[in-house]
């Protein structure tokens, strides 16, 4: 097992000049240039699973010896450490994912609503710092940062009192409690993998720019410049979206105003939220096939060896984002774990998923029909294009007699990635009675029809 200690420590660019340039060669190459040395510190903190590295914009770093999550200006945090992170005191601080993932959501409270996951070599926390003088509207107390991915889902069943009494007995949890629905599903992973019977040392890792970087960077210093250029034209890309997305929900509403749709406010935030989805701007569901977003491998072993899932695959859904030019990967969407941005409440107190899928499916085909048609004079846009290169469908474990809606049992067979895992498996199928995929949506390209599984 891997020793965490320290978990933070202070580092100089040299330290992480070969970590980085394995994940970014062209933003080593800028800092290469100006070849920053013992008065630009780095800060590297190691997170364990589950750490909440911000809750409700308040930021926490991890003691060295201990890791227990303490503010900034904690006297537990060396002085050197307090000292260059001092501009953080209402906000979080900018650097680098070096190792793994972490996840960023909307609230205090667990839902599925995220932003993104970000990956190793990431950069992250540009927006704010890079803001203009005239202040920002950037809303830093609405946000969570879990090290890891929160919005982990194990796709069978994993409430049985019975087979659950086995973890509690086996791990030395005696109050772990049964999971109701999927949303406990990351607080039940959490305690299993920071029990000590399990020995997890997953972790995170990420570098943190002291002061002296961010001053340098919003300078005039002709030596900074193209790392300025580049980290300005960083975050102005990623905005793409939110400097275009007011002309997005007009386009949407003349959508279902020239199509005569009044849906349930709900659909309309729903089918709006899909085809958001295909931007690659916010993330659906992917099957985990590798340890990035947490320790899928332990999770798995743990529910296959201790709590003894006889029949299924331990097929764990993890946060992805649709990415047609990079992977041929499908993306899901489950109704079962909504994560709109925009939540009207239902207009019927009794919910039927079946009848929402299929009322779903008939809005998305009008509007998706309005776009591709030409009338919303969205030509030459990326919008386009993806409407013409992109499928939605549509799954439920009960048999849908209109034929409107597929049997879930189907998703298997085209996606061989729901059936995979890190842990061996024998004579087990894919869960598809299961919550997520009870009433889902997959988004794919055209060209996914054939995926066989995962890319090398």
């Given at each position: ?281 916010f993330p659906g569901f992917t099957p985990a096939i590798d340890n990035t977003a947490g320790p899928i491998e332990l999770l798995q072993k743990i529910y296959l060896e201790d709590y003894r899932l006889t ?146």
């Amino acid at each position: 097992m891997e020793s965490l200690k320290p978990y933070l420590q202070t580092v100089y660019w040299k330290d992480i000049r070969e970590r980085m340039r394995e994940l970014n060669p062209e933003f080593t190459a800028l800092v290469d240039d100006i070849d920053p040395g013992k008065e630009f510190p780095l800060y590297l903190a190691k997170y364990r699973y589950g750490d909440v590295i911000v809750r409700e914009g308040d930021f926490y770093l991890p003691t060295p010896d201990e890791g227990k999550l303490v503010r900034p200006d904690d006297a537990s945090i060396p002085a050197e450490v307090r000292n260059g992170l001092a501009f953080t005191k209402l906000m979080f601080a900018p650097g680098i994912v070096l190792t793994n993932s972490m996840q960023l959501n909307l609230g205090s409270n667990f839902n599925f609503t995220s932003w993104f996951l970000n990956n190793s070599g990431a950069i992250f926390a540009l927006w704010k710092r890079l803001g203009g003088a005239g202040g920002t509207f950037h809303p830093s107390k609405l946000f969570t940062i879990t090290a890891g991915a929160r919005s982990l889902i194990m796709t069978p069943n994993i409430g049985d009192f019975k087979f659950h009494k086995n973890l509690r007995l086996n791990y030395k949890l005696s109050n772990l409690p049964i999971p109701k629905d999927v949303f406990d599903h990351w607080p039940l992973f959490v305690s299993l993998a920071r029990s000590q019977i399990a020995k997890c040392d997953w972790h995170t890792q990420l570098v943190f720019f002291s002061e002296n970087w961010i001053k340098k960077i919003n300078s005039k210093d002709l030596e900074w410049l193209k790392l300025s250029h580049y980290l300005l034209c960083l975050a102005w890309n990623h905005s793409d979206f939110w400097r275009n997305k007011a002309l997005f929900d007009y386009a949407f509403s003349h959508a279902k105003m020239n199509r005569n749709l009044r849906p349930n406010p709900y659909i309309a935030d729903t089918a709006k939220h899909l085809i958001t989805l295909t931007f690659g701007v916010f993330p659906g569901f992917t099957p985990a096939i590798d340890n990035t977003a947490g320790p899928i491998e332990l999770l798995q072993k743990i529910y296959l060896e201790d709590y003894r899932l006889t029949k299924y695959v331990p097929t764990i859904m993890q946060p992805g984002c649709f990415s047609p030019e990079k992977s041929r990967k499908p993306i899901y969407y489950s109704l079962n774990c909504p994560s709109t941005f925009e939540f009207s409440p239902k207009s019927r107190k009794f919910v039927n998923n079946l009848y929402d899928l299929r009322e779903l499916k008939h809005v998305m085909e009008k509007v998706v029909d309005e776009i591709k048609c030409g009338r919303l004079r969205l030509d030459n846009t990326p919008i386009m294009d993806l409407m013409h290169n992109v499928n939605f469908d549509y799954f439920h474990n009960k048999n849908d007699k209109y034929g409107e809606v597929r049997p879930a049992e189907e998703i298997a067979s085209e996606d061989p990635d729901l059936i995979k895992s890190l842990v061996t498996t024998k004579n087990k199928t894919f869960a598809s009675n299961g919550a997520f995929f009870r009433s889902c949506i997959r988004v794919s390209t055209k060209s996914q029809d054939n995926y066989s599984g995962a890319e090398k």
